[in-house]
């Protein structure tokens, strides 16, 4: 008979590592697993070297952050170094405490780390080579470097060095005739260098930003969005409100081809080109996990709507919900806001097409002035929510501007028709065929244009020059949501 009622069964360590392998990481996602480190020991340089060593290639990440005790580096070799319940702190990129390990031998069979946490003191070094455990069976963590012969990795200060030898996923088994040649690593390099300027553009381009270094050349910064560009359209941010934190949530149409010289439209492109880097951008902490996807939420990606890009920025503590991956470049989003996402994802690719069809004419929303709704949100001291007309919009305002001599009527009516909004009726209109909704004069173009004049022709009274008339108009309500027809009367007006 047993004396307890249970037993211990420890996990039997080379099966495990194997196991961990096959995670599915690529070098360029594995390196970026690293660069989240770096990031949160507060690094500002990461030099990442491919060193080809005559075919005995190994690749060290290097940074500058605060580094580590020798047993904080016992504890960060760890499998499941910290638990992914546990709140992080803001600007911890990590999930699940797996990551150093899984993206190093996801391309290695042995890595080290090599770490300083104070100027003059004598860096500590762990290894783990999957070899030895293999053989041994048993969680031998090595305190010293690889036999290999490796380049200066001391430190000027404090600092982390992660070094992967025996590259065994990365440059093949010269065995089996699979082995890399010198250019195919170098062109590895390459893609890595791509990879991060994307993964990390909000980093690369901060005032007090990181540099990154991949073989002594500076990855500069990709901005999915071309906010630099005076023809990228963008509605601005909406926050989505869930379990008491926001879901930002940045809409960006870009400009087309006609908009762009040669070289910024081939480098707009992306690693993976046009098609395949339109949707959702999803960031966490500024670190890009998601770069273009619908997420199951916008249809499929299509040539006419190729020039809608979605920023969309998820906090830490929602991880758990938006079902992050280890490798953390998966999101599943939460049921609750897939309809906000299929209402924003909807309206941002009507949008891209318009531009792609009118040949880029719809003019940027990149002034000072914001967007201006049709409707208002308005709260009580109860927190009881209600709508109201918007009376600085420009059509509202023009009306009431123009009837003087009835304003006090026409301010009546207004009320009239917020206080009888069917909210009931709508609510349950949406939530039984939210795909068939419609935007404002979806149907009704006609009606649309002779609004848009009628609009226009009252406002150039005031004084204002037409393109500052159409400025204003294009960033409110109704015309914001049909840029194609805007940038068809600016044709024609300036025929």
């Not at 960060?76 to 797996?98: H, I, N, W």
């Not at 309809?339 to 009507?350: C, F, H, N, Q, S």
């Not at 939210?434 to 004084?463: A, H, I, N, V, Y």
Request: charged share 25%; net charge neutral.
């Amino acid at each position: 008979m047993h004396a307890t009622e249970w037993d211990i069964v420890q996990p039997s360590a080379s099966p495990v590592f194997e196991a961990l392998r096959a995670f599915g990481y690529t070098p360029e996602t594995s390196i970026a697993d690293l660069v989240d480190n770096s990031i949160a020991a507060k690094a500002k340089n990461v030099h990442i070297a491919f060193v080809w060593n005559d075919g005995d290639a190994y690749i060290v990440i290097k940074d500058d952050g605060e580094g580590m005790s020798e047993q904080a580096l016992v504890d960060a070799m760890r499998l499941g170094s910290q638990s992914p319940v546990v709140e992080r702190k803001k600007g911890d990129l990590g999930r699940f405490g797996l990551g150093l390990k899984t993206a190093s031998i996801a391309q290695a069979r042995e890595f080290s780390v090599v770490t300083s946490n104070a100027k003059g003191k004598e860096a500590a070094v762990r290894r783990w080579n999957l070899d030895e455990v293999q053989e041994t069976g048993e969680w031998r963590l090595r305190n010293s470097l690889p036999i290999q012969a490796l380049d200066d990795i001391a430190f000027s200060e404090t600092g982390t060095a992660i070094i992967w030898t025996k590259c065994d996923r990365l440059i093949g088994d010269p065995a089996t005739g699979s082995h890399m040649t010198k250019a195919q690593f170098l062109r590895v390099a390459d893609t890595v260098s791509h990879h991060l300027a994307m993964t990390f553009h909000r980093f690369l381009e901060s005032p007090r930003r990181l540099r990154i270094y991949v073989n002594g050349s500076e990855v500069l910064p990709w901005d999915p969005f071309l906010t630099d560009n005076a023809s990228t359209y963008s509605p601005g941010k909406e926050n989505l409100p869930m379990h008491g934190h926001a879901i930002g949530v940045t809409p960006y149409v870009l400009p087309h081809k006609s908009k762009l010289e040669g070289e910024e439209h081939r480098r707009a492109a992306g690693v993976y080109g046009w098609n395949a880097h339109q949707g959702f951008y999803v960031y966490r902490e500024d670190r890009l996990l998601v770069a273009g996807s619908w997420l199951g939420v916008g249809g499929m990606k299509e040539e006419h709507s190729k020039l809608a890009r979605i920023a969309l920025d998820i906090p830490v503590a929602l991880d758990h919900m938006w079902q992050v991956d280890v490798r953390k470049s998966q999101v599943r989003p939460p049921a609750s806001i897939v309809r906000d996402l299929e209402r924003i994802g909807r309206a941002t690719k009507a949008k891209a097409q318009e531009v792609y069809r009118f040949r880029g004419k719809m003019e940027a929303a990149r002034s000072s002035q914001k967007f201006v709704f049709a409707w208002l949100q308005h709260k009580d001291r109860d927190n009881n929510i209600s709508y109201r007309v918007n009376r600085d919009n420009p059509v509202v305002r023009q009306c009431l501007e123009t009837g003087k001599a009835n304003a006090a009527q026409i301010e009546q009516l207004l009320r009239f028709v917020e206080e009888t909004v069917p909210l009931t009726q709508i609510a349950v209109h949406l939530a039984s065929s939210l795909e068939s909704s419609q935007q404002p004069f979806e149907e009704d173009t006609k009606g649309l244009r002779e609004l848009l004049q009628f609009s226009f022709d009252r406002m150039l009274t005031s004084g204002a020059t037409g393109e500052q008339v159409l400025d204003v108009l294009a960033r409110a309500e109704p015309f914001s949501l049909h840029p194609g027809i805007v940038a068809a009367f600016q044709e024609s007006m300036n025929s």
